[in-house]
């Protein structure tokens, strides 16, 4: 991946932190975007520790005018725009009668109007170069339904799948390959707060008996960003432990 420019959102932490580091192991340089500003510097720090390029560029996903901003700065500091994750994503769990219609818009503008706000933004670079990927993340809420007071969350992670098929057919002429993970439960902050009962009734659900790790979801992540990746696209690659089996 040398030479390649990526853009990893939610990248301070868990699956877009990993994300970021095992693409800039592969030589991408990473823009490290999160709405976390703090974090993103530490991120970057262990990157280049590690001989890796990366840079931080603060971004709340949910306003255009942001997203937009993100892709020009990226371009203006290295000229270029290969890769895209749209990482960034939020899991309040809020039972059905209690969901509010402040809480249900923020979870679409930060969960799901990147996918196609950014990624219209990076396509309109990509393009230029007849060269790109996209990976967006849903979910095993997004494939089945979700458990445990998930029901808007799930819907959102359902629209990235719909959203990815049908942007991939778009930008399809432009060698831009448009894909969706959807990973099943992964240790990460999205899951701190879950009680010890509830993490048990995921597990059992699992064939492979526990949670992932985000680096085993980063892993398939940068897969489909690579070079080898070349006739993939609209796809879900579901990363769960064989919780879904489609
Ligand atoms: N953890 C899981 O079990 C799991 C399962 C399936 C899908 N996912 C998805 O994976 C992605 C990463 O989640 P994670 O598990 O690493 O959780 P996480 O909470 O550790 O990371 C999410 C990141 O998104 C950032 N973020 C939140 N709102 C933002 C905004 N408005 N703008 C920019 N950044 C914002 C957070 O600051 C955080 O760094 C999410 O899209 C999530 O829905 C997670």
């Known amino acids: 991946m040398k030479d390649r420019v990526a853009i990893v959102t939610g990248a301070a932490r868990g699956i877009g932190a990993a994300t970021a580091q095992v693409l800039a192991q592969k030589g991408a340089k990473v823009a490290v975007s999160d709405i976390d500003a703090g974090l993103i510097e530490q991120v970057v720090a262990t990157i280049q520790q590690a001989g890796g390029e990366a840079a931080a560029f603060p971004?709340?996903?949910?306003?255009?005018?942001?997203?937009?901003?993100?892709?020009?700065?990226?371009?203006?500091?290295?000229?270029?725009?290969?890769?895209?994750?749209?990482?960034?994503?939020?899991?309040?769990?809020?039972?059905?009668?209690?969901?509010?219609?402040?809480m249900f818009d923020l979870m679409f503008n930060i969960n799901l109007k990147p996918v196609f706000f950014l990624t219209r933004a990076a396509a309109n670079v990509m393009k230029l170069q007849n060269w790109g990927r996209v990976v967006n993340i849903s979910s095993t809420a997004g494939r089945i339904g979700a458990m445990h007071n998930s029901?808007?969350?799930?819907?959102?992670?359902?629209?990235?799948?719909?959203?990815?098929?049908?942007?991939?057919?778009?930008?399809?002429?432009?060698?831009?390959?448009?894909?969706?993970?959807?990973?099943?439960?992964v240790d990460t902050r999205m899951f701190a707060n879950v009680a010890a009962e509830t993490r048990e009734e995921y597990v059992e659900t699992v064939p492979l008996g526990r949670f992932a790790q985000p680096i085993e979801i980063a892993h398939s992540i940068v897969h489909l960003c690579s070079e080898e990746t070349t006739w993939v696209t609209g796809a879900t690659l579901d990363v769960n432990g064989g919780v879904v089996m489609v």
């Open 151 to 185: 029901t808007v969350y799930s819907g959102t992670k359902g629209g990235v799948l719909a959203m990815t098929k049908s942007l991939a057919r778009h930008y399809a002429p432009y060698n831009i390959l448009i894909n969706a993970i959807a990973p099943g439960t």
């Open 59 to 102: 971004c709340d996903v949910s306003h255009p005018s942001e997203t937009d901003k993100l892709v020009n700065d990226v371009v203006s500091k290295y000229g270029r725009l290969d890769i895209l994750v749209n990482n960034a994503g939020i899991c309040p769990r809020i039972p059905v009668d209690e969901m509010t219609e402040e």
